[in-house]
């Protein structure tokens, strides 16, 4: 029911900037903490940042400075700002979705079919 769907991704220089997004359906989106996620080939997936309901944002060390996540609310969306890009931001981006249900239910975990970012030397 829950849906994830991300855009934004593409081929770009080092250097260069990309900015992706993440549009929900299904859930009641504003309660929902939302994050950014990445896998590179033969690597485990990372969190890259994080906005919970509440407005706290958390970065992944390697893109402080760098990346920005926000969302808007009223659109269902969350983004994520990619400035200064380097090769080893190159991997598949994920949306990430956590919706509480509840104390009996608990918390549901929803992701993304995923964008590419490939960033070029």
């Known amino acids: 029911h829950v849906e994830l769907v991300e855009s934004g991704g593409g081929l770009v220089q080092a250097g260069g900037s990309l900015r992706l997004s993440c549009v929900a359906s299904?859930?009641?989106?504003?309660?929902?903490?939302m994050g950014w996620y990445r896998q590179a080939p033969g690597k485990q997936r990372e969190l890259v940042a994080t906005?919970?309901?509440?407005?706290?944002?958390n970065y992944a060390d390697s893109v402080k400075g760098r990346f920005m996540i926000s969302r808007d609310n009223a659109k269902n969306l969350v983004y994520l700002q990619m400035n200064g890009l380097k090769p080893e931001d190159t991997a598949v981006y994920y949306c990430?979705?956590?919706?509480?249900?509840?104390?009996?239910?608990?918390?549901?975990?929803?992701w993304g079919q995923g964008t590419q970012v490939t960033v070029s030397s």
């Open positions: 990430r979705a956590d919706e509480f249900n509840g104390p009996r239910i608990g918390t549901l975990t929803f």
């Open positions: 299904g859930t009641i989106f504003d309660r929902n903490d």
């Open positions: 906005v919970t309901s509440g407005g706290h944002i």
